[in-house]
């Protein structure tokens, strides 16, 4: 695969897509798309309180990088909508060891993971106040697991094996839809734990 190209298993974040995306506006657009599914300029011009020509243009940005693309099941001449890649979106080999890529790799991660926790806070304020039905609130799931002692191989390669288990289930959630189906948000985060701080000074 050529830098900057696609494969079957998902969108590759080079240098050049990291500076595209790293902009406040076009990093919440892509993880509105990613977490809520396809919509319209005129739709996400609403949610973000924008007007509907800035919107057109961060979505012509970001589609000419290959970071979103539009939906072929939808859209008409009058309006487009636009979705987010399918797979998964990777980062390339490099970018963390390049200097000059450090500031836009922090807005990038930085919002991204503000946004998974907006929504994971979202969710269990909505379990709360009964907006969820008992249905869903059972089928959610909370999961912090103990700390293990891993080195970099076995946690990329738990990292593998939680990934293919849950391409697994979207694929045959794809072959086999539901009643009552809706978008869901699988969230996975794991890293090594840091040293804890020392015992202040008696």
Known sequence: MTEG?????????DARRLRALAHPLRMQILNILA??????????????????GTLSWHLRHLAEHGLIEEDPDRGNRRERWWRA??????????????PELREPLAAVVDSTVDYHFQLVA???ARVRSGAVSREWTEASAMVGSHAVA???GQLADLNEALLRVIEQHSEAARQDPQPGAQPVLVL????????????PAS
């Open 5 to 13: 190209g696609r494969d079957e298993s998902g969108t590759p974040i």
């Open 35 to 52: 977490a809520e599914g396809a919509a319209t300029s005129t739709t996400l011009a609403h949610r973000l309180r924008e007007s509907t």
């Open 85 to 98: 890649p399918q797979g998964k979106v990777m980062l390339t080999d490099g970018l963390i060891d390049a």
């Open 122 to 124: 979202r969710h269990w």
């Open 150 to 152: 891993m080195s970099p």
């Open 188 to 199: 996975l985060h794991s890293f090594p734990v840091p040293d804890p701080p020392p015992p």
